[in-house]
């Protein structure tokens, strides 16, 4: 894996990173650039890596695709990205006509909360630090230090570790100038690139994914490269038809309203197996959901449409429970 790291340091599924070690296989230097990008470790040590990439591999071009323009050096890239992402740290930490807040979200029990401001960035994180407790958040929270602009309708976010360690830099809603665009649509597309990353997972594995409310339970139903025919999986390694929005799966999952709908979700390298032990309240009919679709039968829409009737029928009968029996106990 080279001297740098073991890439496997920075790899959000365990289940994919154990299956690439079972299987051997061999990551290119560019492949680990993306791995390293998408992960949550901490900036500093993701800097580091990038740079044991420049000094223990050889330089290679970057292919183009639909969303990433062809380069032609990995290394100059990787140089580049550091310098880049360090000076909107610096100037994320500049004191001006601002103001700093801490975000939690993510978190299920808590859901997103915004804190007061406060004059620095190191306030906010200790604020952080005195508000919550890290036993009393999910293990799938994310925090961010959000600089707003006094008397500017613009704002700059870091997304922090519990610790205060930056992760990564978002800065796509502040820049106006054409330039900094350029720079940041430059080195903010890095994980638009598709990679070879194997995984184990079949049709109808029941899996968790990561979501913007943290860990959620799906089955999984198609990737973009399974698509027989006219593409092979090495054509959309090499980008002749694919881009880093293709790294996604396809799942059937249970959403907030209590609906069974099938859609794609951005984070395939979160993928990881689930157990049915983990599974609660509706979300236990995905065990039924992935053993139909595993014993081969292809009806699927019929058996969604069949919990959808029956789970209208048992609001319906709640609604009516509830508005009858209340009409009947009003006094004669």
């Not at 061999?26 to 900036?43: C, E, G, K, R």
């Amino acid at each position: 894996m080279g001297a740098f790291t073991n890439i496997y340091e920075f790899f959000q599924s365990e289940d994919i990173a154990e299956h690439c070690r079972k299987i051997g296989h061999v990551f290119s230097p560019l492949d680990m650039a993306i791995i390293i990008d998408l992960s949550d470790q901490p900036m500093s040590k993701k800097h580091r890596a990038w740079q044991g990439i420049i000094d223990d591999y050889p330089d290679r071009p970057i292919h183009g695709s639909f969303n990433f323009e062809a380069c032609d050096s990995l290394h100059t890239y990787l140089k580049e990205l550091i310098v880049y992402e360090d000076l909107q740290v610096k100037n994320f930490m500049k004191k001006e006509d601002c103001v700093y807040q801490y975000e939690i979200s993510a978190n299920k029990k808590y859901g997103h909360r915004r804190s007061q401001a406060y004059s620095t960035f190191e306030k906010a994180v200790a604020a952080l630090h005195e508000d919550w407790e890290r036993e009393e958040l999910d293990p799938g929270t994310r925090f961010y230090i959000i600089k707003v602009f006094i008397d500017k309708d613009i704002s700059d976010q870091l997304c922090i570790n519990y610790d205060g360690e930056i992760i990564h830099v978002d800065f796509s809603h502040t820049y106006n100038e054409e330039s900094e665009q350029a720079d940041l649509y430059k080195f903010d597309t890095l994980d638009m690139i598709f990679f070879d990353q194997p995984v184990p997972f079949v049709r109808g594995d029941l899996l968790l994914f990561d979501d913007y409310d943290g860990p959620k339970p799906g089955v999984l139903d198609w990737l973009p490269h399974w698509m027989s025919g006219k593409f092979t999986y090495q054509d959309y390694v090499a980008g002749k038809n694919s881009d880093g929005s293709d790294m996604i799966a396809y799942v059937y999952f249970i959403n907030e309203d209590g609906h069974i709908i099938r859609d794609h979700v951005s984070t395939l390298h979160t993928l990881r197996y689930c157990s049915k032990d983990n599974l609660i309240g509706q979300d236990r009919f995905l065990e039924y959901l992935s053993r139909y679709i595993k014993s081969g039968d292809d009806k699927i829409d019929w058996l969604i449409n069949v919990f959808e009737k029956f789970r209208v029928e048992a609001e319906l009968e709640k609604q009516n429970s509830y508005f009858g029996g209340w009409y009947q106990e009003l006094p004669t």
